[in-house]
Structure formats: structure tokens, C-alpha cells
């Protein structure tokens, strides 16, 4: 009886999940230009919509500090914490009668934050600014449920602050990078 019961449940496991038809999928995203930095990495989550529109959202930690131990506390001598957050939606096109080969545009909204203290300063930086991606890539599906990726991202950084330390678009309102970034992703399809 227990095996039966066992059996129906695994099975109708197995029937809710294909069901899904593969419509979530989580990715790895790396920038092959910044392979050896440890800040080009992030993840990302995207969720079939429709048939050929997706929701997207992707986000990056990168955290790289020195402690420093005294006897009655603990305190940060030296780091940089970053994250960046993004939002977005994405839209497949069709390359005639090709189902696992897919070429895509999207456009990402995002937050980037950054926080840099240098050892024996007595001033941090804190940095934050966002902007919009334009993105567009091809994505390839070798196998049912594995997605590997290919896009160029565009940025249009807005930044409202005034900075006195040194930092990634610390000088500048507005800029516009058309080709700042190559990203791969390898995405798991469930």
C-alpha cells in the first residue's frame, strides 16, 4: 500500500512539474570581459509571461572587506560592498522554423549601490545611482531544460549625488555606455 501511495504521489509530482512546461528558469551571468573579477558575476530569475515575453530580475553581491579584532569590538578597517538589483521584461523573436535557437531585446531597470571605505581615513564612500539596460541577445536551448545565453547590455546611468571620494560614475549625471557589457548566462529551465 505504502509503495502505491508512494508511486501515485511521485507521479503526480512528475505530471505537476512537466505541466509547467519550463516556465521559470535561474541563471548564472557572467561577464566573459571580467572573467578573473569576482564583481562579474550575478544571478538571475526570468518567468514566462506569455509565449514569447518574459518578467526578468538579476542581482549581483559583491562584498570584499578586512576586520579588524580589538579586544572590546569589532570594527571594518578596510572593504567595498556592492550590490546592483534589477527589473526587467524581455521579448523573444522567432528565427523562422528554429524552436531551440531564439533571439531576444529587453530592457532592464536598476538600482547599483556601493560602499568603499579605505583603511586609516577617516571618510567612506557611498555610492548609489541607477539607470536602464537596453539589452539584445540569442539564447539556445541544447537540451530541455538548459538555456545557454548570449547578450550585449547597453547602459543609461542617471546619477543624482555629488561625490568626493573616486568611484564608478561618481563625476558624471548621465551617461550612456551602448556596448558596456558581454554577458553568458547558463540557465537551469524548471
Not at 564583481?39 to 570584499?64: C, G, H, I, P, W
Request: charge should be neutral; proline fraction near 3%.
Amino acid at each position: 500500500m505504502k509503495k502505491t501511495v508512494f508511486s501515485l504521489l511521485f507521479l503526480s509530482f512528475c505530471i505537476l512539474a512537466s505541466a509547467q512546461n519550463h516556465k521559470n528558469e535561474i541563471a548564472l551571468v557572467i561577464a566573459p570581459l571580467k572573467f578573473q573579477e569576482a564583481t562579474s558575476y550575478q544571478t538571475m530569475y526570468r518567468r514566462v509571461l506569455k509565449e514569447n515575453l518574459k518578467f526578468r530580475t538579476s542581482l549581483r553581491l559583491y562584498a570584499d572587506t578586512d576586520k579588524e579584532i580589538r579586544s572590546d569590538t569589532l570594527s571594518s578597517n578596510q572593504g567595498t560592498v556592492q550590490y546592483d538589483l534589477a527589473f526587467g521584461i524581455q521579448k523573444d523573436l522567432t528565427i523562422g522554423d528554429l524552436d531551440d535557437l531564439k533571439l531576444y531585446v529587453a530592457t532592464d531597470a536598476y538600482y547599483n549601490s556601493e560602499f568603499n571605505r579605505k583603511s586609516h581615513e577617516t571618510f567612506y564612500g557611498y555610492y548609489w545611482n541607477f539607470g536602464l539596460r537596453p539589452i539584445a541577445g540569442i539564447s539556445y536551448e541544447p537540451f530541455h531544460n538548459i538555456r545557454l545565453s548570449l547578450e550585449s547590455r547597453a547602459n543609461f546611468n542617471v546619477n543624482l549625488q555629488e561625490y568626493s571620494a573616486p568611484g564608478d560614475n561618481a563625476d558624471t549625471r548621465f551617461t550612456f555606455k551602448p556596448m558596456d557589457q558581454l554577458a553568458i548566462s547558463l540557465g537551469y529551465l524548471f
